[in-house]
């Protein structure tokens, strides 16, 4: 009996000795969360304007050498030719047979290249999407005039006048006007037969006492659509995404946004860039290209209209080329762009906008952490 007690006793003293021992040992120390699916909302990108469009592939600057932007923010080409000019004194001086007599003034044919100039630099083709001409008098008299002949733009439109009053004191008399909606470009205008029918007496009718002006002229104003195809690529950045990817050993990620376009172009979308962050030898931090993934973009971004956006899904698949997704930095989006088809209004508003709304990742098949 003594000796059973010596043996329990031995047992207990050994089951109570303090003792090293891992308690993680055998246990996994991953954990999968969200197996079916996540999606973390990460921004929104833009209002991106057109402007904005053309300056990251430095058109921006060049193409506003060429047009510019009118009162209402519509990328125009504009031209004012004077067709005839003469001041009042030199007219009186012709009429000296008969001073106080009507006079008509006979204008020499005119003909002018308003829309000549409207293609773009480097191969980018505009076509007008909106032409307006006038043709105008300017009579300084305190008493009216008249003014006949004929106006012809190109082989679109003419139309003959006879006699149309122009008031007295007007700096920009209208006496024809045309508007060409989705026609060729305007690329002629002439005037025939135009005569001057001047009041009698029109040097005491002049408040500068001969030395104002009596003339014509015309006006050309185009607003501009693209007419071709965008001759390259243009890249949209979308930066400070910051998307720890690389530490839940995420696999593929899905990135949708929806895409709101009141641009009047449709753009496709070429390819994108994963951006990645790395560290140099001596600590300066570089965002890079990331080859060890693969994108399956989406396809078309349907084109708008001012005060009308378009909106449309994008989906971008990124895959991992081995092991898992990095984390992501950034993306580039590279956009080609297309002329419009069909009807509508195809004209370039530097206010027209596209942006990138509800801009998402969603992962599927869960995310790995690490245990603590």
């Not at 600590?283 to 080859?291: E, I």
């Amino acid at each position: 009996m003594k000796q059973l007690l010596i043996l329990i006793t031995l047992l207990l003293m050994w089951c109570c000795a303090p003792m090293d021992y891992d308690i993680s040992k055998g246990i996994d120390k991953e954990m999968t969360l969200f197996t079916d699916e996540v999606s973390i909302p990460i921004a929104d990108v833009g209002p991106l304007s057109p402007k904005q469009l053309l300056g990251e592939v430095d058109l921006g600057s060049a193409l506003g050498g060429l047009f510019k932007e009118d009162e209402d923010g519509y990328l125009v080409v504009e031209k004012e030719e004077t067709i005839y000019s003469n001041p009042v004194l030199l007219l009186y001086y012709a009429s000296l047979a008969n001073p106080l007599q009507p006079l008509d003034v006979n204008i020499d044919n005119f003909t002018g290249y308003p829309g000549a100039s409207v293609e773009g630099p480097a191969g980018i083709g505009f076509t007008p999407a909106l032409q307006e001409f006038s043709l105008y008098a300017v009579n300084p008299l305190t008493e009216g005039m008249t003014v006949s002949g004929k106006v012809s733009l190109s082989t679109l439109s003419s139309e003959v006048f006879d006699n149309v009053p122009v008031a007295a004191g007007s700096q920009s008399f209208e006496l024809f006007r045309k508007e060409l909606v989705g026609q060729s470009i305007l690329d002629v205008c002439s005037t025939e037969n135009m005569v001057l029918h001047l009041p009698s007496s029109f040097l005491e009718k002049d408040p500068l006492s001969g030395l104002s002006s009596i003339f014509l002229g015309y006006r050309y104003k185009a607003q501009l659509a693209l007419g071709t195809d965008f001759p390259e690529s243009i890249p949209i950045p979308i930066n400070d995404l910051d998307l720890p990817l690389g530490q839940y050993k995420v696999k593929e990620v899905l990135l949708s946004t929806d895409v709101s376009n009141e641009i009047p172009v449709t753009l496709v979308l070429d390819s994108v860039a994963v951006l990645v962050k790395e560290t140099d030898a001596e600590g300066n931090v570089k965002t890079l290209v990331c080859d060890d993934v693969s994108v399956t973009p989406g396809l078309t971004i349907a084109s708008g209209c001012s005060g009308a956006p378009v909106v449309s899904p994008l989906a971008i698949t990124i895959k991992a080329g081995e092991g898992t997704i990095p984390d992501i930095a950034g993306l580039q989006l590279n956009l080609s762009v297309k002329a419009p088809t069909g009807s509508g209004d195809n004209r370039l508003n530097m206010n027209q906008s596209i942006s990138f709304n509800n801009l998402r990742a969603t992962v599927s098949g869960g995310i790995t952490i690490q245990g603590l």
